[in-house]
């Protein structure tokens, strides 16, 4: 029995490393009578006669969506235009991301296409985010990333069209990488990765998933939410169940009316303990 990674699901047939050594697995039987499923990311312990996944070890965290385990970073690829940039599903994954035990980090993309002041605005984002522990790149600092990224296992996440694919062709043109279009009607772009991969990309552990539009937050508890929010933390309330919304004395909402706490920010947190 041998001890490996599993970096690729197709169907259900697993690749699973073992230093430089790849095997193709199935799982036994015992894992679907338990309700269970492998995730790239697992590590597992198999026969590696038979090809057979016979164990799953602890997982340290784990995502739904894309469905992957064992990750340090998510690097949330978000674009500035086609799509539009959303500064809504944009915390609404730095908190989903958080609350699964994953670090977030953003790569914004297709700053070409958008006009100065835009960037302008951009960069005071880019200050904000950076201020609360969220490290930030755009496409146009792939040296920085790549060292930033070094040694770690990673998963891209963001929404459809925002260059996922694509920032992976950037870090490596040589990988055989399918990139998609964006629809000008919709302003979405097509799936165009079908199934969950690790690839090695200059000492990197990077995995390119299907791209989503929008997430739900509805399973975690208004306070786990809240607790996403790290900005929120270095301001005094009154009550210290203070969920910052209608509460008097309030000093997250003091911040805030004082522009302390990004405008967005702020709001997008109402919007989703409300919902």
Known sequence: MLKGRIIKNISNTYTVKVENNLYECTPRGKFRNEGLTPLVGDEVEFDEKNNYILNILPRKNSLDRPSISNVDIALIVTSLKTPDLS?????????????????????????????????????????????INIKTFTNKEINSLIKFLKDKYVVLTGQTGAGKSKLLKMLDPHKNILIGEVSLALGRGKHTTRHTEFYEIKNIYI??????????????????????????????????????????????????????ILKSRYENYCNFINK
């Open 87 to 131: 500064l809504n599903l944009l915390d609404k994954e730095i908190t989903s991301i958080i609350l699964a035990g994953i670090t977030p980090v953003i790569c914004f993309t297709k700053l070409d296409l958008v006009e100065d002041l835009t960037l302008n605005e951009l960069t005071k984002l880019r200050k904000y985010y950076e201020k």
């Open 207 to 260: 995995a390119d998933t299907p791209g989503f539009s929008s997430l739900d937050l509805s399973k975690y508890s208004k306070e786990d939410i809240k607790n996403t929010f790290a900005e929120f933390s270095k301001y005094t309330c009154e009550y210290r169940d203070c969920m910052h919304l209608k509460e008097n004395k309030c000093g997250v909402k003091e911040a805030y009316n004082k522009g302390e």
